[in-house]
Nanobody
Framework: QVQLVESGGGLVQPGGSLRLSCAAS????????MHWYRQAPGKQREWVAT???????IHADFVKGRFTISRDSAKNTVYLQMNSLKPDDTAVYYCNARLASDYSRSYWGQGTQVTVSS
């Protein structure tokens, strides 16, 4: 059974930092690209960042220079380091794993709430 378990969310002041984690089980981690998405209240889910099995990364323009995606294959875990947080970053953040050879094989975590507020 595939499980993606996010953690690390919470309440943080503007300008602060958080690191989200997503621990994967039930998949061959090295065969999957890993992604972070987010969904703010009343908005559609949007893509935030991707890391391939080779470690190549790409980030959405609205988080470039502030957020960094990384992965630890020994721990089957993907991270999202979030710095210089803004109130607009408030959302539920979701981890997504997709089989690199077949993107239709896609798995989602349950999400973790990030609230940026003073």
């Amino acid at each position: 059974q595939v499980q993606l378990v996010e953690s690390g969310g919470g309440l943080v002041q503007p300008g602060g930092s958080l690191r989200l984690s997503c621990a994967a089980s039930g998949i061959i981690f090295r065969l999957h690209t890993m992604h972070w998405y987010r969904q703010a209240p009343g908005k559609q889910r949007e893509w935030v960042a991707t890391i391939t099995s080779n470690g190549d990364t790409i980030h959405a323009d609205f988080v470039k220079g502030r957020f960094t995606i990384s992965r630890d294959s020994a721990k089957n875990t993907v991270y999202l380091q979030m710095n210089s947080l803004k109130p607009d970053d408030t959302a539920v953040y979701y981890c997504n794993a997709r089989l690199a050879s077949d993107y239709s094989r896609s798995y989602w975590g349950q999400g973790t709430q990030v609230t940026v507020s003073s």
